[in-house]
Structure formats: C-alpha cells, structure tokens
C-alpha cells in the first residue's frame, strides 16, 4: 500500500476544482470505488465534478439515486449516451485546474511500463500505447485536444488513470503516482530540507530508487542525521526529488544521492536538480563537483551539463569505494 501524504498534497489541492470524468462501462465496474474517492477528495477540501455517460434505462436507476445521495457535495453531469464523451468533457464550461479521465489502462511506453507523466510536446509525439484505454476512438486525436487546452491554460493538467481501488487517491497523495499526468506548467523550486515532512518524503523517493538498483540504502535515521547536506525539488511546494551534498575536501564537493519520484520522471526534473546543484555549490565557494553513478540515464544528462566521463588521481580513495561506479567530474 503506498504511503499517503495527505497534509503535503492537500495544499496544493485545497479550493481547487477537480473535474472527473468515466464512461458508463467502466463507471458500472468500479462504482464504488470511484464514489469513495470522490468523497475522499470532498474531505479534503477539494471541489469536484463528476461526468459520465450512463444510459437512461432503468437497470442504471440504482446508480443515478446512489450517486445523487453519495455525491451530494460533486456536482454530477450526465453526458448523452448519443454526444461524443471526450468532447463533451474538455469543452465542459466551468474553470478547472485537473481533469482526471479514469479509464481501463494508463499509457503505456515502448518499453511496456507505465508512462508516469509527460509534457505536451512528448504527449504529442504519441510513443506509447493504450489498449483499450479509449475504446475504439481515435486516440490521437484526444490527446491532440488535451494538449490544445493545456497550452492555451484552459486546463491546467490532466490524468488518465486505470479504474480501480483508491486510483485517484493514490495518484494525487502519493509519491508513487497510478496513472499518466499531461501537464506543462510546473513552479519549480529547489531548497534544502525544511520540516520533517520533508524528510519523511525524501527518505521515500531514496527508498524507492534504491530498490531499483541505482543507490546506496540511505535510512531515514541517516538523512535526518545529515539533513543540512540533503537539497530537494519540489513541484508546486511538493518534494519531487533530491540530491545530497558530500564534501571532499576544500574545493571538492560530491553530488549524491540523486532521486526523482517516479510520478515526476521525464518532466526534466534530473536537469533541475543537478543545474541547482551546481548553482549552490558554486555559491558556497567549492571549484570541483564529482559524482558517481552507473545509472545509464544520467550519463547523457551529465555530459550534457560539462561534466567529463573521467576519475582523477586526486579522488583514487574515494573512486575505491565505489569500484566499478563510474565517475563524472566538472570544474565549476
């Protein structure tokens, strides 16, 4: 069971309104689901809309007095079974920050993973696939819409989840995510450990990439421990990843622990990271950043940023702790 951050999420959604939307098939599946998580997202303060498309025949009846006694704080819209559902949602007219589409699937990358969020240049590119994500539609040409109505800031972002026990609660509480975001405008920030909140995200997003492979275990008793070394990101004030500070010597500094939450992967959250990271070191007087990592994903993004593929003599110890790791220097 992923682990809920419910106070750190809520103040970006408090006051917000949440447009949700679900086809009838799928709504019949997973009423009850959806309806709970509905009602989760009413206790948190967050104002929502419920669309769907269920026919007005009478095996549904049950369903419309379920949803108007359960919902009585959602404004729920019924679209006509004979009207084009996805039109009708992303030209439904009231003013909303997200628009949550619940479907079967959430896309899927070429590599056959979940893809956890993307802009809408990539979304417009269409490398992935959906299955029956949205029926027999021609696909591209929704995610074309969505991506019209973010970048004219008509909508600021959308989700597209599988249906499904706490899908929507864990997608916007958890650092994990269940779904796909489209989404562009992010206020991106990068500071150092403030709250223990903080701390407790951080040691989560370590945890988790530890476990894929490319990390050290760092416990939360360490980076409470060492809490002044550690950096984060955060995405509209949520802690989204992180680096650790690892002085040398004088001049030498090591950029460690480097961590994205996965909900936030390719929305060039690396790139925020190690860019900030140069800038505070350079400000603090260090002249030389190392950093050790087989994670091929960041080889690029290192070069990309000046630093050399290289170990010097100088930092022979430290490279002996690390055999086999490769090592990326840059002099600032």
């Known amino acids: 069971m992923p682990k809920l951050y419910i106070k750190e999420y809520q103040k970006a959604l408090v006051g ?27 206790r948190q303060g967050v104002h929502t809309i419920f669309l769907h498309n269920l026919s007005n025949r009478f095996a549904n009846q049950k369903h419309f007095t379920r949803l108007a006694f359960k919902l009585f704080n959602t404004r729920v819209v019924r679209i ?60 591209k040409r929704v995610i074309d819409q969505v991506c019209q109505k973010i970048e004219s800031n008509e909508i600021e972002r959308v989700h597209i989840l599988p249906a499904g026990k706490h899908t929507i609660k864990h997608e916007l509480f958890t650092i994990e995510g269940t779904g796909t975001l489209i989404a562009n405008n992010f206020v991106e920030t990068f500071e150092p450990l403030r709250t223990d909140e903080d701390l407790q995200m951080v040691s989560h997003i370590l945890t988790i990439c530890h476990k894929e492979g490319y990390l050290k275990l760092r416990s939360k008793q360490y980076v409470d421990a060492h809490r002044q070394n550690f950096f984060a990101a955060k995405i509209d004030g949520i802690i989204v990843g992180c680096t650790e500070k690892l002085p040398i010597d004088e001049n030498t500094v090591e950029l460690g622990a480097l961590a994205i939450s996965t909900k936030f992967r390719n929305q060039q959250i690396g790139l925020l990271l190690i860019r900030s990271f140069i800038e505070e070191m350079e400000k603090q007087g260090y002249k030389t950043i190392i950093s050790l990592t087989n994670n091929p994903k960041l080889k690029d993004l290192y070069l990309s940023l000046g630093f050399e593929e290289k170990s010097p003599a100088a930092y022979r ?16």
């Open 16 to 42: 917000k309104t949440l447009l949700i939307a679900c086809r009838e098939g799928i709504l019949r599946d997973h009423f009850s689901h959806i309806v709970e998580d509905i009602r989760f997202l009413d």
């Open 80 to 139: 006509p079974s004979d009207r084009d559902f996805y039109e009708c949602v992303l030209n439904y007219p009231a003013r909303v920050s997200k628009i949550i589409f619940l479907e079967r699937k959430y896309l899927i990358g070429p590599n056959g993973l979940r893809i956890n969020s993307l802009s809408t240049q990539k979304a417009r590119q269409g490398n992935f696939t959906y299955g029956d994500l949205i029926g027999n539609l021609n696909f």
């Open 317 to 332: 110890r430290r490279q002996e702790q690390s055999p086999g790791v490769t090592m990326y220097h840059r002099s600032l």
